[in-house]
């Protein structure tokens, strides 16, 4: 029985790890989301995604999240008309980054969400472990 509370917290670990990771990037996106480029013409931020695998963990028994890759976004960039805007280019057209508020916090709503259902595992299993004890101690 240990064994498969141990291999749970594994898990919900991995998870709150992965998903600490995923809000670090959303946040990147959210703080960047009006970075232009400094130059005339120059890319803008574009904006970051994590990709998940499951990865076996012969320890503890279980298939754990981890972060495969922290990527970007090829989507194209929006493009606006500033002429006087430092960025802008010899048209006039100011390269804007790919961040989409409304996905961004949608996500970041999830993240939070996944966090909290992998932290209320990890304080599951350390009441049923607690209760292990107390029973052992009896």
Do not use: C, W
Request: charged residues 25%; without cysteine; hydrophobic residues 40%.
């Amino acid at each position: 029985m240990l064994d498969s509370l141990q291999a749970s917290m594994s898990v919900a670990s991995s998870g709150l790890e992965a998903q600490s990771t995923r809000m670090r990037i959303v946040s990147e996106n959210l703080a960047n989301a009006g970075a232009t480029g400094r130059t005339a013409g120059a890319d803008p931020y574009q904006r970051k995604t994590v990709t998940f695998d499951a990865a076996m963990d012969r320890a503890a028994g279980a298939q754990l999240v981890k972060v495969k890759e922290v990527g970007v976004d090829r989507t194209p960039f929006r493009v606006e008309y500033e002429p006087g805007h430092p960025a802008a280019d010899k048209a006039g057209y100011v390269k804007l980054p790919n961040v989409n508020m409304l996905i961004e916090m949608a996500d970041m709503r999830e993240v939070n969400r996944s966090y909290e259902a992998n932290l209320q595992v990890v304080k599951q299993v350390r009441s049923m472990l607690g209760m292990t004890v107390d029973l052992l101690r009896s």
